[in-house]
């Protein structure tokens, strides 16, 4: 199976600040990458797909960027709805997996 | 609206089965790939099994390989997780997740999640 991991496991950060989340595959996954961000007692939420398409509807403050093996989640000016769990996923394996997720705080 | 809504978990001793439903809606559900993910408790989120737009193909984790089967009914709009054997470690929240299209091609992403429905497995 395809090895997900995430780092840092949390971040603490302020509103405005700008924000990087970086995934790394155990192998090359070409652009086969998305993101999801999860709040407490909800579903995960798709934001950005294929390493680098931003979901519709979701803010253009998110972007990603990547290929092979490392990838990145950029939030650009966190906004206090951002405070969340964010989790990388491969999806270039018939059998999909999950970073182990990072978790965002207000600092 | 699109819709997809959980429903069959509950608390259920070890060994025993259950089987999840999750019913979709405001979509054609037979041209989408569906998944089950599921979260244990404080957990992240762990891929469980897909099943093709036509359920030609099904794929399983390891973790649960040989206990699970996933199904489903298109011309009643749900998908199905049989889950056999199940073991403590199987205690979780069960999300369906539809597998997203852009225009006729799969995007291998999960763009629309139900509200999920928890097992306890526990004696």
């Known amino acids: 199976d395809i090895q997900m991991t995430q780092s840092p496991s949390s971040l603490s950060a302020s509103v405005g600040d700008r924000v990087t989340i970086t995934c790394r595959a155990s192998?090359?996954?070409?652009?086969?990458l998305n993101w999801y961000q999860q709040k407490p007692g909800k579903a995960p939420k798709l934001l950005i797909y294929?390493?680098?398409s931003l979901q519709s509807g979701v803010p253009s403050r998110f972007s990603g960027s990547g290929s092979g093996t490392d990838f990145t989640l950029t939030i650009s000016s966190l906004q206090p709805e951002d405070f969340a769990t964010y989790y990388c996923?491969?999806?270039?394996?018939?059998?999909?997996?999950f970073g182990q997720g990072t978790k965002l705080e207000i600092k | 609206q699109v819709q997809l809504v959980e429903s069959g978990g509950g608390v259920v001793q070890p060994g025993r089965s259950l089987r999840l439903s999750c019913a979709a809606s405001?979509?054609?559900?037979?041209?989408?790939?569906m998944h089950w993910v599921r979260q244990a408790p404080g957990k992240g989120l762990e891929w469980v099994a897909v099943?093709?737009?036509?359920?030609?193909?099904?794929y399983y984790a390891d973790s649960v390989k040989g206990r699970f089967t996933i199904s489903r009914d298109n011309s009643k709009n749900t998908l199905y997780l049989q889950m056999n054997s199940l073991r403590a470690e199987d205690t979780a929240v069960y999300y369906c997740?539809?597998?997203?299209?852009?225009?006729?091609?799969?995007?291998?992403?999960?763009?629309?999640w139900g509200q999920g429905t928890m097992v306890t497995v526990s004696s």
């Open positions: 405001g979509f054609t559900f037979s041209s989408y790939g």
């Open positions: 099943i093709w737009y036509d359920g030609s193909n099904k």
């Open positions: 996923q491969q999806s270039y394996s018939t059998l999909w997996t």
């Open positions: 192998q090359s996954i070409s652009s086969y």
């Open positions: 294929a390493a680098s």
């Open positions: 997740a539809r597998e997203g299209l852009v225009g006729a091609y799969r995007n291998h992403a999960f763009d629309i």
